[in-house]
């Protein structure tokens, strides 16, 4: 069975942080590109972070960028992402998805599972 499974994710001030996993069975993530994405009510899914297969290099949207780190375990084959200095704007419904060739494509990429909520209020 292959299934991509996020968790991590609840309620927290602004400013706080939370750390999401997604976790990976039935397939090695070290193969795959592995991607963060959110969607916020009445938005479009956006990309948010990717990690990118063998050299584990990432990347960030720029809203982003100095707050969340993605990061892998591989012995776990999870993907992480430490989100810190939490703002409002964060809050949505995060997804992870994964591609062999490059970091997934939100609006082509057809099998997302339910997501973790992140809701950033006081």
């Known amino acids: 069975q292959v299934q991509l499974v996020e968790s991590g994710g609840g309620l927290v001030q602004p400013g706080g942080s939370l750390r999401l996993s997604c976790a990976a069975s039935?397939?090695?993530?070290?193969?795959?590109?592995t991607g963060w994405f959110r969607q916020a009510p009445g938005k479009e899914r956006e990309g948010v972070s990717c990690?990118?297969?063998?050299?584990?290099?990432?990347y960030y949207t720029d809203s982003v960028k100095g707050r969340f780190t993605i990061s892998r375990d591989n012995a776990k084959n999870t993907v992480y992402l430490q989100m810190n200095s939490l703002k409002p704007e964060d809050t949505a419904v995060y997804y992870c998805?994964?591609?062999?060739?490059?970091?997934?494509?939100?609006?082509?990429?057809?099998?997302w599972g339910q997501g973790t909520q992140v809701t950033v209020s006081s």
């Open positions: 990690i990118s297969s063998s050299d584990g290099m990432t």
């Open positions: 039935g397939f090695t993530l070290d193969y795959y590109y």
């Open positions: 998805a994964a591609d062999l060739l490059a970091c997934p494509n939100p609006r082509i990429f057809g099998s």
